[in-house]
């Protein structure tokens, strides 16, 4: 049984949850006996922002201690601020790639920050990822380096580095904002088998803050986040901002999931046992829409 702590930070996940599904938020409240600790593991677990936001659907908030609703709010608004931060520079960056002709996948938080969320407290990013084709990651490097940025693992001879498999190339820094240059999404693994060409012919191009960037297509964009939730669990780092990612999508897009295009994909990737298993996960204990095809449930 989970605890009325950890039952109140998966209830927060979702964006626009029911009324039985506040009611339910409102009934944990008064229940929680330790505001300090629950205080201390929903800002760990990044779920601080999505619970603040939801205090005044809650008319047990008032039950609240001033100094945990304090925190939750502290926590909300350093979230934007950093969220400020990285889109100022992302915006830069975007532009350059743009104006070399690079076609530029929007990975992750800075894309979900603002697409899904709306509003950029709500999901918590760190850094920039950004997948391109192989043949133009290193004159994205270049590019990141006439604006200012500078690899932040010097340290890594390049004879490492092109003996290595390459994921993502050396962190790009600058003003304490990191940006990652992906020409893969995972290492070479017995588990799945990510087919980065694919990804890139079916992204989408779509406007981030009124800059001409590709995303992920929505049953690629389900698939990436739960092989990329796989690779933390296996590595004994659970995320939640994954698992809270995945709720959304689930939740606001329930109505255009191609169930079965989503199998069929999962299954070209060599991961459709690893994505059901995470979509289950998540169906039991975050109540995220699924298949309403019996035969589909059967088999999951």
Request: aromatic letters at 10%; one cysteine or more; proline letters at 3%.
């Given at each position: 049984?989970l605890?009325?702590?950890?039952q109140?930070?998966?209830?927060s996940?979702?964006?626009?949850?029911?009324?039985?599904?506040?009611?339910r938020?409102?009934?944990?409240?008064?229940?929680?006996?330790?505001?300090?600790?629950?205080?201390?593991?929903?800002?760990a677990?990044?779920?601080?922002p999505?619970?603040?936001?939801?205090?005044?659907?809650?008319?047990?908030?008032?039950l609240?201690?001033?100094?945990a609703?304090?925190k939750?709010?502290?926590?909300?608004?350093k979230?934007l601020?950093?969220?400020?931060v990285?889109?100022?520079?992302?915006?830069?960056?975007a532009?350059?790639?743009?104006?070399?002709g690079?076609?530029?996948v929007?990975?992750?938080?800075?894309?979900?920050?603002?697409?899904?969320?709306?509003?950029?407290?709500?999901?918590?990013?760190?850094?920039?990822?950004?997948?391109?084709?192989?043949?133009?990651a290193?004159?994205?490097?270049?590019i990141?380096?006439?604006?200012?940025?500078?690899a932040?693992d010097?340290?890594v001879?390049?004879?490492?580095?092109?003996?290595?498999?390459?994921?993502?190339?050396?962190?790009?820094?600058?003003?304490n904002?990191?940006?990652?240059?992906h020409?893969?999404?995972?290492?070479?693994?017995?588990?799945?088998?990510?087919k980065?060409?694919?990804f890139?012919?079916?992204?989408?191009?779509l406007?981030?803050?009124?800059k001409?960037?590709?995303?992920?297509?929505l049953?690629?964009?389900?698939?990436?986040?739960?092989v990329?939730?796989?690779?933390?669990?296996?590595?004994?780092?659970?995320?939640?901002?994954?698992?809270?990612?995945?709720?959304?999508?689930?939740?606001k897009?329930?109505?255009?999931?191609?169930?079965?295009?989503?199998?069929?994909?999962?299954?070209?990737?060599?991961?459709?046992?690893?994505v059901?298993?995470?979509?289950?996960?998540?169906?039991?204990?975050?109540n995220?829409?699924?298949?309403?095809?019996?035969?589909?449930?059967?088999?999951?």
């Amino acid at each position: 049984m989970l605890s009325p702590a950890n039952q109140l930070i998966l209830s927060s996940a979702k964006l626009e949850p029911s009324v039985s599904e506040l009611e339910r938020l409102n009934d944990l409240i008064p229940q929680i006996e330790n505001w300090d600790g629950l205080v201390a593991e929903i800002i760990a677990r990044q779920t601080a922002p999505l619970f603040f936001k939801k205090l005044p659907l809650l008319t047990n908030r008032n039950l609240i201690p001033a100094e945990a609703t304090a925190k939750l709010q502290q926590a909300y608004y350093k979230s934007l601020s950093r969220g400020m931060v990285l889109y100022s520079t992302f915006e830069k960056v975007a532009e350059a790639f743009y104006d070399a002709g690079i076609q530029v996948v929007v990975l992750k938080g800075i894309y979900l920050s603002e697409w899904l969320y709306g509003d950029i407290a709500l999901r918590q990013f760190s850094d920039m990822d950004l997948l391109v084709k192989k043949e133009d990651a290193l004159q994205c490097l270049s590019i990141l380096k006439n604006l200012g940025f500078k690899a932040s693992d010097a340290a890594v001879t390049e004879f490492i580095s092109s003996q290595s498999e390459i994921v993502h190339y050396a962190p790009m820094v600058l003003n304490n904002v990191s940006v990652e240059v992906h020409i893969k999404l995972h290492r070479q693994s017995k588990h799945y088998d990510i087919k980065i060409d694919a990804f890139l012919g079916n992204a989408e191009k779509l406007l981030l803050r009124n800059k001409p960037v590709f995303a992920l297509e929505l049953h690629d964009l389900l698939i990436h986040l739960c092989v990329h939730l796989d690779k933390h669990f296996r590595g004994g780092h659970v995320q939640f901002t994954s698992f809270n990612d995945i709720v959304n999508l689930l939740e606001k897009f329930r109505n255009e999931i191609d169930w079965t295009l989503l199998a069929h994909r999962s299954a070209y990737h060599a991961c459709e046992q690893t994505v059901f298993k995470f979509l289950v996960l998540i169906h039991k204990f975050y109540n995220a829409a699924l298949s309403n095809e019996d035969h589909f449930m059967k088999k999951y």
